[in-house]
């Protein structure tokens, strides 16, 4: 691989005011300011094939993993606690792994010492460089246990759900927080199967949520569950015309401001 993703998050530098996301594919991300470098759901191992098979690559290898200060986990499925790309971030960073309960039998097998790995509880805040990390409940009944992220910092708020589907708890969230954006896993539903997003219900999250922008992910990750983000788009038109609908660009920087 040629291109070196981390280098070129590692030379830039987002200016005051601003969140970079970096989209690492399915519901991965680097969430960078100036001084901090967060990562959510990182996944470079093979998936689960014939059923889960890739549809795209992975944007980076294990040996290219740059400094972050944080690795943030959603839920215990292995595209998003990877443990190939647990031990890349174990090895070459001196990031702290931070995930709900359902991840921790992952990371131990990984051998992360424990002094490098904690669990974040629904409502415990954690303080990482300029971010404020809030876990939040979300609705994923495939995982064990889940958490969503909300990311505060430089006046910047984001909601990062994993693989969360629509529900209720969207109302209590755009509560207490006014979002500049809401990242969801979006993605093709076989017959008699639930586990993504579909258009109408990333429409009802931009709805409830209220925000500003509606990333989504994950539409790419899986052969036979990919999903055209255009649809999305046209449906989140209809529920929340004032959200704008982005299908976040594999190996490539998002800028968010407030
Ligand atoms: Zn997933």
């Known amino acids: 691989m040629s291109d070196d993703l981390f280098a070129r998050i590692g030379a830039t530098q987002p200016p005051a005011g601003q969140i970079a996301l970096w989209y690492l594919g399915g519901a991965g991300y680097v969430v960078q300011t100036a001084n901090t470098s967060l990562v959510i759901d990182p996944f470079i191992g093979p998936g689960s094939p014939p059923e889960w098979t890739r549809a795209i ?53 990984v051998n992360v010492p424990r002094q490098r790995w904690q669990l974040l509880p629904h409502h415990a805040t954690r303080l990482l460089g300029d971010f404020r990390v809030t876990a939040v409940p979300m609705l994923d009944p495939t995982a064990k246990s889940c958490n969503g992220y909300v990311l505060e910092a430089q006046g910047v708020t984001i909601l990062h759900c994993g693989d969360g589907q629509y529900f209720d708890g969207f109302i209590e969230l755009a509560k207490r927080w006014r979002f500049d954006a809401v990242c969801v896993s979006v993605g093709y539903n076989p017959p008699g199967k639930l586990f993504y997003m579909d258009e109408a219900d990333a429409a009802r999250a931009a709805r409830d949520t209220r925000t500003k922008r509606l990333i989504v992910h994950h539409y790419d990750l899986w052969q036979g569950y990919t999903i055209d983000p255009q649809r999305v788009a046209t449906v989140v038109a209809w529920y929340a015309p004032k959200t704008e609908v982005i299908a976040a660009p594999l190996g490539q920087c998002l800028a968010i401001e407030r």
């Open 57 to 109: 690559p992975p944007p980076f290898t294990a040996g290219q993993v740059g400094p972050v200060d944080a690795v943030f986990l959603t839920h215990e499925h292995d595209d998003h606690a990877d443990p190939v790309a647990l031990a890349a971030f174990k090895l070459r960073t001196e990031a702290v792994i931070i995930g709900p309960k359902s991840c921790v039998p992952i990371i131990k097998a």
